[in-house]
Every structure is written in structure tokens, then in C-alpha cells.
């Protein structure tokens, strides 16, 4: 029985089932009831559970928080691990110790699978914490002004509530287990020292671990060498900014002999390289020699090679910033620093990358101190265009080539770059990484509302193409947009067979540029507000890809339509809306 229950269910879903057993366990300590006749009675004190509860919107978090869970139950203390909205929230007011793990989005914003949850404790239904003791680790990117707010807000507001600190927050900017792996480390020793011995002669639950399931041969820190097999321009010449347009291009990439899976809503990992053309100009700008060998901690390798892939380049983070303004002595850098200034910094970093920070402040480096105040590189995650049961082993991509002109230079994306200087036949380093949180239904009757302006239409390529190869009979309407008809029209064909077929009821367009007033996806929600409500009410599933900004938008237009034709008051719509969410049928992958 056991068997069948844990058949097919990956690493996230045996943590899931772990913790669900122990939450079983802890919930009859609690409440007193006598255990199963098929089970010896559990007198383990609710002190000796720990949750884990992980707020994650890339998977970052996530793998941190599993690490941690492992790392616990190897110490022998007794865990449960959940995702933010899996977490019973009425439970907390009797949670004894409570790890939080959660990274910062944007300019400050939770992750969307842990909205609900931070809402809750933020907010006046919140219990008083006495008995809680806790610790919290943000993940975050520096480069944004609020950087690791979310967890600075919960480990305030859980303290203010009354709840015990275990230790200092950690806050992790992308090069992570610098921040997190001490972290780990000192959480693991306090849940030992809190865990409580069981009493003599008592009869014990022993937790469900995660199975030894087979690993994957490759992900994350072991990518897939894939083949790059076609890459075409999906948008034409002529379009907004340049005279050469958006740029947007669909890529295929072989996945045979990986081993490799995915479901629609996964994301396909990138490993990139920075562009040549850039290393040369830093290595220039401070005049140091590209085969200069320089060691990091147990790495060693030349000074090009930790430029081209193992260093940021096109991202600035704040701590080099400030190490460059203590080098430079540029009383600008300095005080821009010392302010504070959110909108300053946040246009900074928006607008440079680290090229134009050496050039408008010049300062000494020697190459062993650039390469470790550099952030390392981060993989680039881009929604999956594809549905595996209609293209085999492939997987698909639409990504926005960036380059533009700064002070005179040309400057790019990294990721963006990489794709586009790669040629059919040469390897991309890849792997797949999992997002739970934007499924399909698993009830293939149900509608699906799809939101996706601009690269967002990318998952719903892989919605509609999914459902048709598996005889869905619910329906399937899509919002799109982008500036032009004529020139972003992405996939206009495939749509229109789509709708030809039956596999795409309803297609809803709005190119903000083509009028002189701008429209966009939010105003064709609003103008459609009747039959959207209609198909919520009916058990329609909305899901939403794009921008951050846009997804905030999306939302509003989202609560004006449950408000208008729902007849509810603003509260009751949020309500209605986070409802939805809560039960999975409201889903974002925002960016």
C-alpha cells in the first residue's frame, strides 16, 4: 500500500507526504485523540515537531528549505516541510518551533505561494505567539532597493506577536550559501538542543522520510549539455524603440538521451555565458590580463573564464557597489549610498551594469578582489513554451533578445545574448526546474482563463497544446497583447489554427500601440468582465505570466470584475480572488 500511495511522487511530493504524517502525529499530541489501532500511541510533545515552511517563487527557497528538513531529520529531530500555502494557518497559534524560508520578489514583494501567508501574519487575525520560538531566512537579489524584505517583515512582525528568536535573521543575496549554508547550519544545532526527549517506556511515531528515489542526472549543479536544433525570429522588423524592432525569438533544444521531464508550467534553467565583447571591455577598463590566474575559495581558473561564465556582469548588486565606491572615492557613489535613496539606487541599477560603473568612476581592482566582489552567476529561468507530449524530446522557448544603446555602447542581456550568438548544433548547458505552483487542472474539464501579454504567452503555448493532445473538453481562452499587430503578433498562426480546431475558444488581443489611446490586457479583462466572472463561477481556472508590473495590473482588473458583476464590496473581492489562489485555480508566474 505504501508503494502505491508514494508511486510517482517526486521530491517535493514525499516531503509534502512527510510532513503531512508528521502534522497527522503532532495533530493527535495536540488534540489528545487516541492513535490508529494500526499505529503505537504518539506521545511525542509538540515541541519536538519542527515545521518548515518555504515561500519560493523561482525554487530557490525551496531547495533551501529541503536542504534544511534533510539536514534536521539527519540530526534526528522530527520535521515537517511545507509549501507557504499549504500551511494551515489556524495551526500557528499553536506552532512551538517554525523555520521560515522565503525569498523577496520585485520591489518588495512576496513570493505568489506565499501571498496568503504573509497577509495572515501581517494582518489582525494574526494570534499572539508566545509559545513560538523561530528563525527566518530571506532570499533575495541586491540589486533591488527592498532587498530581502518579505523576510525582514515576518521576522519583525512573528517577534512583535511575541514569539522568540531563536538567532538573526539570514539575509542571502544570489550568491546563496555563503548567507544560507552557516544558516543552515545554526538552525539545525537549535532545533537539536529544543528537540524534546521522549519519555521512558512510551511507544513512538517514526516521521515518513523521503524515499531514495532515483536522482536526476541532471539538474540544477549537474546541467544537460543540450543540442540546440532551430531558432527563428517570431517578431518582425519595424516595431517599438529601434529600427530594428522587438526582437523576440523561439528557440528548440534537444533533450534526448537526458532524462530529462517537465510539465506544462516548468521552467527550462539556462546556464549563460556574459558576452565576449564585454569581458574584453572590463579586462580593458582596468587594464588586467585575462589569463591572470586567480583562485576562490577550492576554484581556481583564469581571470577570463571568471568573467565570461562564473561572475555577473550585466547585473550590479550593492555590495559591489559599495565596494567600488570605497576604491573609487567617489563622494557621488558615497553619498548615494549613505542616503539611502531607494528611487536613485533603483534607477542606478536598472540602467548600469558594472561595465558603466567602472567607466564613469574609475578605480583600481587587481583581478583576485574583482572576481570575489563580484555576484556570482546566476542561472536564467524562462517558462517553457512546449507541451512534452506533442514534441517529444524537446523543449521549447520564447525569449526576448535585449540589446540596447548606453552612453554610446551597445549593452545586452546575458541569457538573451547567449541564446542568440549560440548556432544550431552547438550545446546549451540546461535543466529543468519544476513550478508546482502553475498546473494545468488536473480535472481536464474545467476552463482555463490564460493572461499573457509580450514572452508571458510562452506557458500557454504549452497549455493548448497540452490539452489538445490529451482530448481536454474544457475551454480555453486567451488574453494577449503586445505594441503591434503587424510586427508582435507572437505565434499568430499557431493561434489561429488553434481557433480553426476548437483547441482555443476564445482569443482576446490588445496591441497598446495600434490606436492612440494604449490597451492592454487589463482594459480587455475589464471590457469582458461579464463572461470572465461567468466562467470563475463556473470552476474556471486563471492563470497569469508576464512582467510583475503587469501582473499587478492584471490583478486590479481581476478585482474590478469579481467586484462589478459579483456584486461585492472590494474586501469581499480580494477575498474572492484570494480564495482562489488558495485553491489553486488562480495561479501567477510573474517576473
Not at 360 to 373: G, M, N, T, Y
Not at 512 to 538: C, F, M, P, T
Request: hydrophobic share 40%.
Amino acid at each position: 500500500m505504501l508503494g502505491r500511495l508514494t508511486d510517482g511522487l517526486d521530491g517535493a511530493g514525499l516531503w509534502w507526504l512527510s510532513g503531512y504524517a508528521a502534522g497527522l502525529a503532532r495533530g493527535q499530541a495536540l488534540q489528545g485523540r487516541p492513535a490508529s489501532a494500526a499505529l503505537p500511541a504518539a506521545e511525542t510533545a509538540p515541541s519536538q515537531i519542527l515545521t518548515i515552511v518555504y515561500g519560493s517563487q523561482t525554487g530557490n527557497a525551496k531547495r533551501v528549505a529541503e536542504k534544511l528538513a534533510a539536514q534536521s531529520e539527519a540530526a534526528g529531530v522530527t520535521v515537517r516541510l511545507l509549501r507557504a500555502d499549504a500551511y494551515p494557518t489556524r495551526e500557528l497559534k499553536d506552532e512551538k518551533q517554525l523555520y521560515i524560508v522565503i525569498s523577496t520578489q520585485g520591489e518588495g514583494d512576496p513570493p505568489d505561494d506565499a501571498i496568503g501567508l504573509v497577509e495572515f501574519i501581517r494582518g489582525r487575525r494574526a494570534p499572539k505567539l508566545p509559545q513560538l520560538k523561530f528563525a527566518v531566512l530571506g532570499l533575495g537579489d541586491s540589486s533591488y532597493p527592498q532587498f530581502c524584505e518579505i523576510g525582514r517583515v515576518l521576522d519583525e512582525r512573528l517577534a512583535e506577536l511575541g514569539a522568540t528568536r531563536l538567532f538573526e535573521r539570514g539575509e542571502a543575496d544570489l550568491d546563496i550559501d555563503s548567507v544560507a549554508a552557516p544558516w543552515l547550519q545554526r538552525a539545525v544545532e537549535e532545533a537539536k538542543t529544543l528537540a524534546t526527549v521522549q519519555p521512558q517506556h512510551s511507544a513512538t511515531v517514526t516521521p515518513l522520510r523521503p524515499l531514495q528515489a532515483t536522482a536526476p542526472a541532471h539538474d540544477r549543479d549537474r546541467p544537460f549539455a543540450a543540442e540546440l536544433l532551430a531558432a527563428h525570429r517570431l517578431t518582425a522588423p519595424g516595431g517599438l524603440r529601434t529600427p530594428a524592432g522587438r526582437d523576440v525569438r523561439h528557440f528548440e533544444i534537444s533533450l534526448e538521451d537526458s532524462g530529462l521531464h517537465y510539465q506544462p508550467g516548468d521552467a527550462l534553467g539556462l546556464w549563460p555565458q556574459n558576452p565576449p565583447a564585454l569581458v574584453d571591455e572590463v579586462l580593458a577598463t582596468l587594464k588586467l590580463a585575462g589569463d591572470t590566474a586567480v583562485k576562490v575559495g577550492d576554484d581556481e581558473h583564469s581571470l577570463r573564464e571568471w568573467l565570461s561564465g562564473k561572475r555577473e556582469l550585466t547585473r550590479l548588486s550593492r555590495p559591489f557597489l559599495a565596494a567600488h565606491a570605497g576604491r573609487s572615492g567617489d563622494d557621488g557613489l558615497k553619498a548615494l549610498l549613505d542616503a539611502g535613496n531607494r528611487e536613485a539606487m533603483a534607477r542606478l541599477f536598472d540602467e548600469q551594469q558594472v561595465i558603466d560603473l567602472l567607466r564613469r568612476h574609475p578605480a583600481d581592482w587587481d583581478a583576485e578582489a574583482l572576481v570575489s566582489a563580484l555576484r556570482p552567476m546566476a542561472p536564467r529561468l524562462y517558462s517553457i513554451a512546449s507541451s512534452q507530449k506533442q514534441v517529444g524530446d524537446e523543449v521549447h522557448l520564447t525569449v526576448a533578445h535585449v540589446e540596447y544603446d548606453f552612453d554610446g555602447q551597445t549593452r545586452w542581456g546575458t541569457a538573451s545574448n547567449f541564446l542568440s550568438r549560440t548556432a544550431e548544433g552547438e550545446r546549451l548547458p540546461v535543466y529543468i526546474e519544476p513550478n508546482e505552483r502553475f498546473r494545468l487542472p488536473t480535472d481536464a474539464s474545467r476552463d482555463i482563463i490564460m493572461i499573457g501579454p509580450g514572452t508571458g504567452v510562452a506557458p500557454f503555448r504549452a497549455f493548448v497544446q497540452e490539452r489538445a493532445e490529451i482530448g481536454a473538453a474544457g475551454r480555453n481562452w486567451l488574453f494577449f497583447g503586445n505594441p503591434h499587430f503587424r510586427t508582435d503578433f507572437l505565434y499568430q498562426l499557431e493561434w489561429q489554427r488553434a481557433v480553426r480546431d476548437g483547441q482555443l475558444q476564445r482569443i482576446d488581443l490588445a496591441f497598446s500601440r495600434d490606436q492612440a489611446q494604449k490597451i492592454y490586457v487589463q482594459h480587455r479583462i475589464r471590457e469582458n468582465g461579464r463572461d470572465v466572472y461567468d466562467w470563475l463561477e463556473s470552476g474556471a481556472h486563471v492563470y497569469v505570466c508576464g512582467a510583475i508590473a503587469m501582473g499587478k495590473d492584471v490583478h486590479a482588473a481581476l478585482l474590478d470584475v469579481v467586484a462589478e458583476h459579483g456584486g461585492k464590496s472590494r474586501e469581499d473581492a480580494a477575498d474572492y480572488l484570494s480564495q482562489l489562489q488558495q485553491q489553486g485555480r488562480y495561479a501567477r508566474d510573474v517576473y
